[in-house]
């Protein structure tokens, strides 16, 4: 399901990927980066008032 997010949804979906305990401190794997820049992707449409997909792991509007 494609959800609008606004870009502080988007920011707040990025910090919680990048503090999650499994990945503190160390770079990020292959399927991790893939991930991160789809988190980018989803803040950067939002800044140009798109709309995304929200990342469902990590989207705070219960997508």
């Given at each position: 399901m494609v959800t609008p997010v606004t870009p502080d949804e988007a920011n707040?979906?990025?910090r919680?990927?990048?503090v999650?305990?499994?990945r503190r401190?160390?770079?990020l794997w292959?399927?991790?980066?893939a991930e991160y820049e789809e988190l980018l992707?989803?803040?950067a449409?939002?800044?140009r008032g798109g709309s995304h997909a929200s990342p469902?792991?990590?989207?705070?509007?219960?997508?």
């Open positions: 707040e979906a990025i919680a990927f990048m999650a305990p499994v401190g160390r770079p292959p399927e991790e980066q992707d989803a803040w449409a939002a800044v469902s792991r990590y989207a705070l509007n219960g997508s």
